[in-house]
């Protein structure tokens, strides 16, 4: 498995990340009750926001730069109880670093809007961001 230039964090708008960036975001419930940071390549984005953030209206993507968190990552298979079978979607890069994601970590930051078409504009709009 090549190694990717940047993993996505995916939060929901009712939690934005604030402005700036502290040296560690707040954990959200699924992460505190896992024990690792969940986190997603570029290729697995649209299913997390399918099983995640189908009913959210938007959505803030966190571009992590993989280099500084890559000896805290285990690649792991995402458990199928929790959101059924995710297809050939491959291992996901879970961190384990005590819970700290933040300034030092994340590259840059977008916020989504879903429309009509769910997130497939906001995809296409994001394809030169949205890099492995």
């Given at each position: 498995m090549s190694r990717p230039t940047y993993v996505y964090k995916l939060?929901?708008?009712?939690a934005p990340p604030p402005t700036p960036?502290?040296?560690?975001?707040?954990?959200s419930f699924l992460d505190s009750s896992s024990g690792f940071?969940?986190?997603?390549?570029a290729p697995q984005v649209p299913g997390t926001l399918k099983y995640f953030f189908a009913d959210d209206s938007s959505v803030y993507i966190l571009r992590v730069n993989y280099k500084a968190i890559e000896s805290d990552?285990?690649?792991e298979d995402p458990k199928a109880e929790?959101?059924?079978q995710r297809g050939d979607e491959g291992m996901?890069?879970?961190?384990?670093?005590g819970g700290r994601l933040g300034n030092n970590e994340i590259d840059s930051i977008q916020?989504?809007?879903?429309?009509?078409a769910g997130w497939d504009t906001a995809l296409?709009?994001?394809?030169?961001?949205?890099?492995?």
């Open positions: 939060v929901p708008s009712s960036l502290p040296e560690r975001l707040p954990l940071i969940h986190l997603s390549t990552i285990r690649w929790v959101c059924g996901f890069p879970h961190l384990y670093n916020h989504w809007e879903k429309d009509n296409q709009k994001a394809a030169s961001w949205l890099v492995e």
